[in-house]
T-cell receptor
Framework: LAKTTQPISMDSYEGQEVNITCSHNNIATNDYITWYQQFPSQGPRFIIQ???TKVTNEVASLFIPADRKSSTLSLPRVSLSDTAVYYC???????????FGAGTRLTVKP | KAGVTQTPRYLIKTRGQQVTLSCSPISGHRSVSWYQQTPGQGLQFLFEYFSETQRNKGNFPGRFSGRQFSNSRSEMNVSTLELGDSALYLC??????????????FGPGTRLTVL
């Protein structure tokens, strides 16, 4: 079964680009990868989703290499308000199962 | 549009009791999923309902059950509570079936403490 692994924590400074990588072996070509952001005492909030190559929206980009063994969430020019926990989620469509990573605690410093 | 609402927000129970949590999805959303979040295990998928039918189920014991009503509201029940059931229970709704591949909108969660 697919196991989803992320770094436990990352530090950055305001204005920098932050890249958070999620490792997920044994995923099928049509399995989706979704990233969520969670602040304390709130439910996770959708950031971006994709299943191949590159997806970009107004807040982030998602890069998925050809081997699909990992994916990278890219946050351009982070601010203090981006301090949160970021979760990678792999939706295994063939198994009708979902696997969250343990979350990466991003701390943005001034 | 109002977001996903969950009631109650906080709950304290004792071992052996049972508990029912409620979730109201975003208006028009027909898929509701439930998750358990704990510091040790992180976010774990419990089950997903669509049109009053359970479509997907995670790896949890039968003490965890749920249902969905015709108005898409959903309830989750945990019977014979154990200390390890203490967690934040999150509900998420999405607009189409197969919510696991659709954008999910999470509620604030119900924090359950089992004493």
């Amino acid at each position: 079964l697919a196991k989803t692994t992320q770094p436990i924590s990352m530090d950055s400074y305001e204005g920098q680009e932050v890249n958070i990588t999620c490792s997920h072996n044994n995923i099928a070509t049509n399995d989706y990868i979704t990233w969520y952001q969670q602040f304390p005492s709130q439910g996770p909030r959708f950031i971006i989703q994709g299943y191949k190559t590159k997806v970009t929206n107004e807040v982030a980009s998602l890069f998925i290499p050809a081997d699909r063994k990992s994916s990278t969430l890219s946050l351009p020019r982070v601010s203090l308000s981006d301090t949160a926990v970021y979760y990678c989620l792999v939706a295994l469509l063939n198994n009708n199962d979902m696997r969250f990573g343990a979350g990466t605690r991003l701390t943005v410093k001034p | 549009k109002a977001g996903v609402t969950q009631t109650p927000r906080y709950l304290i129970k004792t071992r052996g009791q049972q508990v029912t949590l409620s979730c109201s999805p975003i208006s028009g959303h027909r898929s509701v999923s439930w998750y358990q979040q704990t510091p040790g295990q992180g976010l774990q998928f419990l089950f997903e309902y669509f049109s009053e039918t359970q479509r997907n189920k995670g790896n949890f014991p039968g003490r965890f059950s749920g249902r969905q009503f015709s108005n898409s509201r959903s309830e989750m029940n945990v019977s014979t509570l154990e200390l390890g059931d203490s967690a934040l229970y999150l509900c998420a709704s999405s607009s189409i079936a197969g919510g696991i591949a659709d954008t999910q909108y999470f509620g604030p969660g119900t924090r359950l403490t089992v004493l």
